[in-house]
């Protein structure tokens, strides 16, 4: 089979510098030439334009207006109060002044020009932050267990994330030559055995996930590492692979998938294992087409069986037979608690993951204060929050008074359930891949969902709500107990049957529906569940019993 396109680009990129020197020089386009385009995506950065203004850019014979959105690489989601003022000033420099919060526990800014890419990564750099490898064939942001509360050697878990990120980290100098003006280095030292020059055959993802919290959706990664904690120490990983959300519509041989499980592995062996399922996938992976490219379908062509095989053969070590573990948690904790050291945080419920100053809530006031106190961190969370963390009790008051001050509480705790386990995308305006609304969108249906839910006693339903505006999947919709997959402006299918703790996708239930008929489908469906459900059913749950999909 031939190659696509993207693979010829990657290999003659020249350790992914391509021409992006030449194409930053070109003043006479806010765009970038087409083969950097691929190339732009392993530097954390995709092209993009503002489509609410490509008509009237039209009509004026005008480029579209074209724009970058950045996404840091913060493995394990955790920020300095230092990065949180450098991060608030860039945003307020160079960007469309939101902080969007990912579902992969870091952040991505839009709207940078073209000229400010620089000095946007410059001053990022200055406090430590960098975006290699945040998008692109390569590893992402390696994700953790958010809440330091989960678990007494949560610290120690944690810093697996990191591990892994610099693990699987590509060796190319080239982000620093081309962004940060620094001078070429020896082609001996950018020698990269993993990626080579083809580097992985499309993107990969990585989850750990501390029993009894699921809050990573660990079965939708590429590689889903469960930590095993045997009297207050952490002896292993599960280790599953094989998880993936993106499709495509209309085409039968792409599909969501929940990761296989492989077994169990000591956590002295789990870096070995983790680098030979990677090259497995380099080397097996499908680069001729790229929609059939992730993992999953790797697995599926392979077999489970021979694939774990070949990881055994590549590792030299055998999985045992996975552990015990127990995941029954996959909400966030929101408000105060307590680890065990006696720290305290905050979890504040950020909508859509969109952290601005509006009316009610001034999200960007409010931590900035906070992080000109120096008295916490921040942490990310995969289902769009954010955590005020390692705060001494004697700063407490001081923190709590701040949030207070500007909202946060108060919206955090006003927040109905259904809408604090409600997760959407990016999206139109700036998404090229979408073909519909979500986190402009989501909002406003959440509200009218709510009414549906108040009207037969279901306001402490803890249901989980999920919209994209493509297939792809990057609000994890195939998760969701309803999720909502948008194919047209204004229209969407509807998934439903997902478990509530992340262990079983969703399936289509009805396509391509606008508004007034997912509310009345959404009506008749909570009323039936109002009246039959059994004790502590969730929805999805009973979706199955009831055999509606």
Not at 87 to 100: A, M, R
Not at 120 to 138: E, P, Q, R, Y
Not at 263 to 280: C, Q, R, S, W
Request: aromatic content about 10%; proline content about 3%.
């Amino acid at each position: 089979m031939s190659e696509s396109v993207v693979e010829k680009i990657k290999k003659e990129s020249k350790g992914l510098r391509g021409s992006l020197k030449e194409s930053l020089l070109d003043e006479h386009t806010g765009a970038i030439r087409e083969s950097d385009r691929a190339l732009i995506k392993f530097h954390g950065m995709y092209m993009q334009d503002d489509r609410d203004r490509r008509d009237e850019r039209a009509e004026k014979k005008l480029e579209r207006l074209y724009s970058y959105m950045i996404r840091l690489r913060l493995p394990g989601g955790l920020l300095s109060a230092k990065q949180w003022i450098a991060l608030h000033e860039v945003t307020n420099s160079y960007t469309t002044g939101v902080i969007k919060i990912t579902t992969r526990q870091t952040v991505q800014l839009h709207g940078i020009l073209k000229h400010h890419i620089k000095p946007t990564i410059k001053d990022f750099n200055t406090v430590k932050l960098d975006s290699i490898a945040a998008c692109g064939d390569v590893n992402r942001n390696v994700i953790a267990s958010a809440h330091p509360r989960f678990s007494a050697v949560y610290e120690e878990i944690f810093s697996y994330a990191g591990k892994l990120s610099k693990l699987l980290l590509p060796k190319t100098h080239g982000y620093y030559e081309i962004w940060l003006d620094e001078e070429k280095i020896s082609p001996e030292l950018e020698k990269d055995e993993l990626y080579q020059d083809r580097y992985f055959p499309r993107k990969f993802k990585i989850a750990i996930a501390i029993p009894p919290y699921n809050d990573v959706d660990v079965f939708t990664n590429d590689v889903g590492l469960i930590a095993i904690v045997e009297n207050n120490e952490l002896v292993g990983f599960n280790v599953s692979a094989g998880g993936g959300m993106g499709a495509t519509h209309g085409n039968a041989e792409t599909y969501p998938r929940l990761a296989s499980m492989l077994g169990y592995v000591k956590k002295d062996d789990l870096f070995k294992v983790v680098y030979e399922i990677a090259t497995t996938q380099r080397d097996f992976g499908n680069r001729s087409d790229r929609k059939l490219a992730r993992l999953k379908y790797t697995i599926d062509r392979m077999g489970v069986d021979v694939f774990k095989k070949e990881v055994e053969t590549r590792s030299g070590i055998p999985f045992e037979p996975e552990k015990e573990y127990a995941l029954t948690i996959r909400h966030d904790e929101y408000g105060w608690h307590k680890n065990h050291e006696g720290l305290y945080y905050y979890t504040a419920f950020i909508e859509t993951g969109r952290v601005y100053d509006g009316d009610k809530v001034q999200f960007k006031k409010a931590f900035y204060e906070i992080a000109k106190t120096g008295k916490t961190q921040f942490r990310f969370t995969c289902n769009q929050n954010l955590i005020i963390s390692d705060i001494k009790p004697e700063d407490k008051d001081e923190i709590e008074n701040i949030l207070q001050q500007y909202g946060v509480i108060q919206a955090t705790q006003n927040a109905s359930p259904v809408r604090r386990n409600a997760i959407a995308c990016v999206a139109l305006n700036t998404c090229p891949l979408a073909f519909a609304e979500a986190q402009r969108y989501l909002p406003s249906l959440i509200d009218k969902i709510e009414d549906i839910l108040d009207r037969y006693n279901l306001n402490n339903e803890e249901l989980h709500v999920r919209m994209t505006g493509c297939p792809n999947g990057c609000g994890r919709p195939y998760a969701a107990e309803i999720g909502f997959v948008g194919t047209a402006l204004g229209r969407y299918n509807i998934y439903l049957g997902a478990d509530a703790l992340g262990k079983r996708l969703n399936k289509l239930y009805k396509e391509n529906l606008e508004e007034p008929e997912i509310l009345s489908t959404l009506d008749a469906l909570l009323k039936d569940f109002s009246a039959n459900k059994n004790l502590n059913e969730s929805f999805g749950d009973y979706v199955i019993r009831k055999k509606i999909v």
